[in-house]
């Protein structure tokens, strides 16, 4: 059962990887209708929308786009920050949701991000405690350990809304201000539901993982 649930996680995180690099690509050739790059679409939605504080910025790396909550950017990598491409603009248009979601004070995001503080101390600590638990035959240090990685579990499914909200932003509005025709939405599905598909599976990777460490402490109390 343990190896199988580590098998499980691995094609998973593995198979999230493939679907987000490879429609990244394909969708990185084909030239949005509105020829705005990736850029321009996020300066466009933030200044509609009352953010014209907040800046748009590059950054080195792929897939390195992000918001950043601390200082109120929209940061995009080099591939999307200066291409008019249907996954620039989408992906651009993604992280301006984070944004707007900042702005309302979106029950989910302001969950996560008073999350981060805590799982700053506990997710370091909980690799090293069901370490010690586990070769020590420990149950009390594996007991805490297991507390601590579920805070990390639940992080992950308090992101899973967030970043499903941020893409249904983004396609709204899209849509909405012309951005994307009728005809280029299955690229902006394509790119955006990739991208949420990472998050789905590493929610459940944790979750496997959380299930392998809990057998482990079912099994350590059995053995005492």
Known sequence: MLWITFLIGLVLTLWAQYRVRSNFK?????????????????RRILDMNGLSH???????GVLSDHYDPT???????????????????????HECGHALQHK????????RHRMVPVLNFTSGLAPWL??????????GLTLVGLIFFSLTVLFHLVTLPVEFNASARAKEIMIRQGFVTPGEETGVNRVLGAAAFTYVAGA??????????ILIFLGQQNDD
């Open 130 to 139: 069901l370490m010690a638990g586990i070769f020590l035959r420990a149950t």
């Open 71 to 93: 200082v109120r950017a929209v940061r995009l990598s080099e591939p999307v920050y200066s291409s008019s491409s249907i996954a620039a603009i989408s992906v651009a248009a």
């Open 204 to 213: 459940l990777v944790a979750l496997l993982e959380l299930l392998r460490f």
């Open 104 to 111: 309302e004070d979106y029950g989910a995001l302001v969950l």
């Open 54 to 60: 907040v800046p748009v910025e590059p950054v080195r």
């Open 26 to 42: 394909r969708w990185s050739k084909v030239e949005a209708r509105s020829g705005l790059t990736g850029a321009e679409v996020a």
